[in-house]
């Protein structure tokens, strides 16, 4: 059975270390780092995840602000909300929470975040920064993923690698990072397009997928020994839930886990790392913004 991947344990890990510089910080500097968020509409997924932000980032000390807006909310006033929040001091890092009502889009809303407030890792300049190897704010997702991989001694110089899904969340930096000088993975981008997948993922010592197709790859698409990262969430019903319904991954994880080394788990693996490496953004830019090295 695979050994796996803990991004609840991880994550807790990683976040009393923050809490400990938050502490410093606000101590030695007078300076509180916070996290500013955005929400658009009552979307049930945004509404929940912002939630989870907002007791994460109160238990490791941090300020947090909530800015929420109805579907009818123009682009003019979000812009003007987000102007406000590149000018105060108490915030340090931003986010427009995802999905975003049709009529906005959310690569401008993104783009007027200060880039050194962008506490997602989104914006065009910082997006632009890591493609070239440059110190940055990075995507979450998959800076979790690689924060993982590190964590269980999990090499990856020289592996061969597939990532499965090509979003500007998850996919295309997460290939980057792998590829980087600094990894040196051998890396190919697929998706659910891609012909003979099978072929292409039974190659690879690393699968990351995020897809968002739930349980579409089962145990013949992968090797003996393979490292799979699931970063997938796909509700499906189930009568043994309280809610009629449980939370599965990209992957089959009941297969795969008998033939895999490493597996994260659905839910509890990328997740937790997800939300970590935003509060870890914030620190971050917190300690930039105000000269802290």
Not at 79 to 96: A, C, Q, Y
Not at 141 to 163: F, H, S
Request: hydrophobic share 40%; glycine share 8%.
């Amino acid at each position: 059975m695979a050994i796996i991947l803990d991004g609840k344990k991880t994550a807790a890990k990683i976040e009393e270390k923050l809490a400990e510089q938050v502490e410093a910080l606000e101590k030695e500097r007078g300076i509180r780092p916070g996290l500013a968020v955005v929400l658009v509409g009552e979307h049930p997924a945004s509404t929940t995840y912002v939630r989870m932000k907002n007791k994460r980032a109160a238990k490791i000390g941090l300020h947090f602000e909530l800015r929420k807006f109805p579907t009818t909310v123009t682009k003019e006033e979000l812009h003007e909300t987000i102007d406000e929040l590149n000018r105060s001091d108490k915030v340090h890092g931003i986010l427009v929470q995802l999905p975003l009502p049709a009529h906005l889009d959310p690569h401008e809303a993104i783009d007027w975040i200060l880039p050194e407030k962008d506490a997602d890792g989104l914006s065009t300049l910082n997006q632009g920064l890591l493609y070239r190897g440059k110190p940055c704010l990075m995507p979450c997702t998959p800076k979790g993923m690689i924060r993982l991989l590190d964590e269980y001694g999990i090499t990856i110089e020289g592996k061969n690698a597939v990532v499965i899904g090509r979003s500007e969340l998850v996919g295309r930096p997460l290939a980057v990072m792998l590829s980087s000088r600094r990894r040196n993975a051998t890396v190919t981008v697929a998706h659910t397009r891609t012909r003979d997948l099978r072929r292409i993922t039974k190659q690879a010592e690393i699968v990351a997928v995020a897809a968002g197709r739930a349980q579409m790859l089962d145990a013949t698409y992968f090797a003996e020994g393979v490292v799979v990262l699931d970063a997938g969430i796909n509700p499906i019903p189930c009568k043994e839930s309280k809610t009629g319904r449980r939370l599965v991954g990209d992957v089959d994880f009941e297969s795969v886990s008998k033939i895999a080394s490493y597996i994260t788990p659905v839910p509890g693996g990328v997740g937790p790392m997800t939300v970590c490496m935003l509060l870890e953004n914030t620190v971050e830019a917190a300690r930039q913004i105000c000269g802290v090295v």
